[in-house]
């Protein structure tokens, strides 16, 4: 079955600070994304990937950068982080840009 | 830009009742449509997708049908469990399809026993 799995689950930054989720699939998988999530909102898309070494912008990229090193690991960098994005991030990764398979999610408060 | 409503919730029913949550899309392509299911702690996983108009998606009880002319992709479930409280996310995929989704807000459903 499917497996993403994401790192850490849950973090605390400082406003300003540098932070660094992390996503790492096994499917075997060309596309991945990374969404994220406000309470009471559905989730919007911020970057993805289709091949390693390659990112695109979604449509909320402004203070973020991702990175995809390899076809397994696709991370979401926040150079300085703001209070603003605090939220739930979900990186999730798909065969035929359809079913797209989700990680457990990563909770970051900024304070 | 695309953009899909749903059901505000939160939805509170009682095990045995009847399900609809409603959903509608504004796109300029032609879409396929998802329904995607939220579980506590986790993260959405997919319910069904159906690709084309007029016809019905379904998996585990729940299905939905694309109304390209009324532009709408209704969740129904004749009988709901407890096991079935969850948050509900209808999603669109348009050409020229990157593999972007656009989410809904989501609702959240509870069943009482």
């Known amino acids: 079955e499917a497996a993403v799995t994401q790192s850490p689950r849950s973090k605390v930054a400082v406003t300003g600070g540098k932070v660094t989720l992390s996503c790492h699939q096994t499917?075997?998988?060309?596309?991945m994304y990374w969404y994220r999530q406000d309470t009471g909102h559905g989730l919007r898309l911020i970057h993805y990937?289709?091949?390693?070494?390659?990112?695109e912008k979604g449509d909320i990229p402004d203070g973020y950068k991702a990175s995809r090193p390899s076809q397994e690991n696709f991370s979401l960098i926040l150079e300085l982080a703001s209070l603003s994005q605090t939220a739930v991030y979900f990186c999730?990764?798909?065969?035929?840009?359809?079913?797209?398979?989700f990680g457990p999610g990563t909770r970051l408060t900024v304070l | 830009g695309d953009s899909v409503t749903q059901t505000e919730g939160p939805v509170t029913l009682s095990e045995g009742t009847s399900l609809t949550v409603n959903c509608s899309y504004e796109?300029?392509?032609?879409?396929?449509l998802f329904w995607y299911v939220q579980y506590p702690g986790e993260g959405p996983q997919l319910l069904f997708k159906?690709?084309?108009?007029?016809e019905k998606g379904s998996n585990r009880g729940f299905e939905a049908t694309y109304n390209k002319e009324a532009t709408s992709f209704h969740l129904q479930k004749a009988s709901v469990q407890e096991s079935d409280s969850a948050v509900y996310y209808c999603?669109?995929?348009?050409?020229?399809?990157?593999?972007?989704?656009?989410f809904g807000d989501g609702t959240v459903l509870t069943v009482k026993p």
């Open positions: 999730a990764s798909s065969v035929d840009k359809y079913e797209q398979y």
């Open positions: 499917n075997n998988h060309d596309y």
């Open positions: 990937s289709y091949v390693a070494d390659s990112t």
């Open positions: 796109t300029k392509q032609y879409p396929t």
């Open positions: 159906v690709p084309k108009a007029n």
């Open positions: 999603a669109l995929s348009a050409p020229p399809n990157t593999g972007k989704l656009t």
